[in-house]
């Protein structure tokens, strides 16, 4: 059952989505019929501190509810975080990172060192910031890391993903921003480069 | 199956009420609280229910409010946390002594000080002697069944109190999961309508409430308290069997997880149980036998069915996420302790207050220490922290 389980780790800074990303990829793994739990770390969100999301996708019911120690993936929404102990914490060499970064992974690979130093997983490099001010105007890498998310670990189907952001973001923010988002998920899904 | 929607604790809580329409709710916000009735109030505003909606100015105003619409015969609700139960508990008992059965989500949280806005169950355990039914939540689909449920419980013609549902803060209140609803149709009828014995405002029948009693009749009011809670063992247990027959998800006073066969068991309150399930797989996967026995009902407190379900547990942990100051232990402990009539080890585990995390590793090391214990036979009565940052 563990091997079934799949646990996403986000970090970010207050502001850009890292909440909003954990739930909404949690809420497209519910659309496909699967388990699943998205939530924020539990306490104040103060906007550019450091803050935590968490995503859980699973074929059988989760009954988990504490913050994940040891996580499959995880999402850096901002590289200026890396060299934090939290970004590392209890990951090993088959944890997969996705970094969004202007630096390739290898110079990236670097700087992510896992306990005593020892080398960590796969790493998923993207420039989703840049991406996020080409299609949405602004910098809000969320949606784009989902996008090379879904390229580095098939979580969720993108179309799955497409669908639903269309369903979500149509009422709320219009069309111009639903095409916004699927471009820059698109985008990060083709233009994510691997180690 | 229905469709499992995603929602989170406080969506759920959100969700059952606007599926009952209950007649009244009086709105306060507090953190982790206050997104459940904004997601209400926002259904009030757009007409899916026609609940008077009655903004007040404190958590003290918004229990008299309750206090004032039940009393007049109105489906009653507000939600509430931490220091805002607290304030409010001066009208809690008024209204569970008047057998006025509000219903109330609570979302778990520390109480002040120092400030902190993170889940532990400081706060309902305040109100633990208040008369109210307290009904804990394990995840955001338990929130949605036992709101509904809760009003059938407290409106029941021998039970009438008042019924908070513990829901813990931010990791049920802030987690999206999904969940089954049965909608506003089969919740209404499920339900039904309210008809309150007395009310306050009818004038063909006019009674008076809040009177003064003295020595005369006083004491006989709190012991008839007493019997409504008595009465609502029972009743708890009927509806949510009724509610299974609706739903295929039935409810009872506790939930046994592996506990038929189990050397070792957890007992513990909302969300920590089904980390502690998953701990409990992960021990008997190492040869250990443990269980879980999750309590839903804290009151009524069902100790001789608790005492009965872990009478063959050679060593047992009680949680809890609360703490009482003076007695090493936590209130769970000392009520499961009054019942325990010799045999299991017991230890007192108190954990996660302030929202400190709680992990299936923690609770693995518990039961690996329940499994030492059970060896040594070490005798109870043994006062542990969990994570505690000191040593």
């Known amino acids: ?195 | 199956m229905n469709k499992r929607v995603p929602l989170t604790g406080n969506d759920a809580g959100a969700e059952a009420l606007k599926d009952v329409n209950p007649d009244v709710a009086a709105v306060f916000p507090i953190t982790p609280q206050t997104e459940l009735m904004h997601q209400f109030a926002s259904y009030v505003h757009d007409g899916v229910v026609d609940t008077e909606l009655i903004l007040v100015e404190s958590e003290h105003s918004a229990q008299s409010a309750c206090f004032g619409a039940a009393s007049a015969g109105a489906r009653t609700v507000t939600a509430t946390s931490s220091q805002g139960l607290l304030l409010m508990a001066e009208i809690c008992a008024i209204t569970a002594a008047t057998r006025l059965p509000v219903v109330m989500p609570v979302v778990n949280r520390a109480i002040s000080a120092p400030v902190n806005i993170g889940c532990d169950h400081s706060d309902s355990m305040f109100l633990r002697d208040a008369g109210w039914i307290q009904l804990y939540c394990e995840n955001s689909q338990e929130v949605y069944d036992t709101v509904v449920q809760a009003f059938r419980i407290g409106e029941h013609k021998d039970v009438l109190l008042p019924v908070m549902v513990c829901l813990d803060g931010f990791i049920i209140s802030h987690t999206m999961e999904g969940v089954e609803l049965i909608g506003p149709e089969a919740a209404r009828q499920f339900v039904g309508e309210y008809d309150a014995a007395f009310r306050l405002l009818d004038t063909a029948k006019p009674i008076t409430v809040g009177p003064l009693h003295l020595t005369d009749y006083y004491f006989e009011c709190k012991r008839q308290v007493v019997e409504a809670m008595a009465t609502a063992r029972r009743v708890i247990v009927e509806v949510g069997k009724e509610y299974g027959r609706l739903t295929g998800r039935e409810y009872a006073l506790f939930e046994p997880y592996r506990l038929d066969d189990a050397e070792v068991a957890i007992i513990a309150l909302g969300s920590t149980c089904g980390t502690a399930k998953v701990a409990a797989d992960r021990a008997r996967e190492k040869g250990l036998r443990a269980g879980v026995l999750k309590l839903r009902s804290f009151r009524p407190f069902p100790g001789e069915e608790i005492a009965e379900a872990l009478r063959h547990v050679g060593a047992v942990a009680v949680l809890d996420r609360s703490i009482s100051y003076g007695l090493p232990g936590g209130p769970l402990f000392h009520e499961v302790r009054s019942f325990a009539n010799g045999g299991a080890v017991l230890v007192s585990y108190v954990y996660g207050l302030g929202g400190r995390d709680i992990t299936p590793s923690d609770l693995q090391c518990v039961f690996a220490e329940l499994a030492a214990r059970r060896q040594s036979g070490e005798s109870d009565g043994v006062f542990r922290y969990i994570g505690l940052r000191e040593s």
């Open chain 1, 1 to 195: 059952m563990a091997s079934e389980l799949i646990e996403i780790r986000w970090h970010g800074r207050g502001g850009q989505g890292a909440k909003t990303a954990a739930q909404l990829v949690a809420q497209v793994a519910l659309e496909e019929g699967r388990f699943s739990q998205g939530f924020p770390e539990y306490g104040p969100e103060r906007m550019g501190a450091p803050i935590r999301g968490f995503t859980r996708v699973s074929d059988a019911p989760i009954r988990l509810h504490c913050a994940i120690e040891r996580p499959d993936v995880v999402v850096v929404l901002d590289d200026t975080l890396i060299g934090m102990p939290s970004i590392t914490e209890g990951a090993d060499h088959k944890t997969i990172f996705v970094i969004n970064t202007m630096l390739a992974a290898s110079e990236i690979g670097d700087k992510l060192k896992g306990a005593g130093g020892k080398p960590v997983g796969t790493l998923y490099c993207i420039d989703a910031t840049t991406i996020s001010i080409d299609e949405l105007g602004r910098p809000m890498p969320n949606t784009p890391m989902i996008g090379a998310l879904v390229k580095a670990t098939a979580c969720i189907s993108i179309s799955a993903l497409k669908k639903d952001i269309q369903k979500k973001f149509l009422a709320k923010f219009g069309e111009r921003v639903v095409r916004g988002n699927i471009r820059a998920i698109e985008r990060a899904y083709e233009e994510v480069q691997t180690s």
